[in-house]
């Protein structure tokens, strides 16, 4: 991750953490990566070296054995891990939120970088002032691979409506647009073998829709997965029914049993659950207490 996210020092409990400073974010990243290389030398030399997990990590990705995805926002550090990575001669796969992404898509292009954005989320933070929603569109201009993302759980079962709000914002042609929630990502996660697109050999999972998949009027009509019938609409309206029907019938039978005639039946007790967001704060605790 990049920016606050990182340094914490508007927010964080801990005022001798580093970084705290932009900078810092960037003097970290250049210090485990360097460390790194030298962990590799010294496997090199050293039989009897100590083995370190997070150093492992940090060679895979300069092995390009493992590919990151990054959180981002603002243009100077978009630029500034680009600048990281070609340093260390490796390649960032994937730069998620990315809303000032329109500011640096040439680079991006030239880098080899995926984009993976919001489609029209912005001022909720200071480093999304500049954010604008023709941000995927001009990437996709700019010849990156872009992909519409959320991190809203329910907006999240909805994103055939934030790819339908590009073609409202730039023109982008509805297949296109229709990329963006299917093969783009699929393609940023390097499994588009499998999934993404419908064609022969790869897994079978589909989805139909009552209509044009980017229209806020389009309902899931069916869902397969492996090619087996998960969901069926006219089916699961036949099991609501029958919850319901149950439901009444359950209620009827409490409300003229013995027992309600006698006062000892309560209310059910509603808990609320949290949506947990990126910048979310709350821990368990808290959620104990909101109960």
């Not at 990437?139 to 329910?154: F, P, R």
Request: charged content about 30%; glycine content about 6%; overall charge negative.
């Amino acid at each position: 991750a990049l920016g606050e996210n990182v340094k914490q020092s508007n927010w964080g409990n801990n005022p001798n953490r580093f970084p705290q400073s932009r900078g810092g974010v960037e003097q970290a990243f250049d210090f485990w990566f360097t460390r790194a290389l030298e962990y590799e030398k010294e496997k090199s030399t050293n039989k009897n070296f100590r083995k370190d997990l997070r150093l492992e990590t940090m060679l895979e990705i300069l092995k390009s054995n493992r590919f990151i995805t990054c959180h981002s926002y603002v243009q100077s550090e978009i630029n500034m891990l680009m600048d990281v990575a070609d340093r260390f001669d490796f390649r960032v796969q994937t730069f998620t939120h990315i809303l000032e992404g329109y500011k640096v898509a040439d680079k991006m292009k030239k880098h080899g970088a995926n984009a993976s954005t919001f489609s029209d989320w912005w001022a909720y933070k200071e480093e999304v002032r500049e954010a604008i929603p023709y941000n995927a569109a001009l990437l996709l201009q700019a010849g990156v691979n872009v992909a519409i993302n959320s991190d809203d759980a329910e907006m999240a079962r909805r994103l055939n409506q934030e790819a339908g709000k590009a073609v409202k914002y730039g023109n982008v042609p509805q297949e296109e647009a229709w990329k963006m929630v299917t093969l783009n990502p699929a393609k940023m996660l390097q499994i588009d073998h499998k999934v993404g697109s419908i064609e022969p050999g790869k897994d079978a999972d589909l989805v139909l829709w009552t209509d044009n998949p980017l229209s806020i009027y389009a309902t899931v009509d069916k869902t397969f997965v492996d090619g087996i019938l998960y969901f069926d609409a006219a089916q699961q309206q036949r099991k609501d029914q029958m919850v319901k029907d149950e439901k009444n019938r359950i209620i009827q039978k409490m409300l003229f049993s013995e027992d309600a005639g006698k006062g000892n039946t309560q209310s059910a007790e509603k808990k609320q659950r949290i949506l947990y967001h990126c910048d979310t704060l709350e821990g368990e605790e808290h959620e104990s207490h909101s109960h």
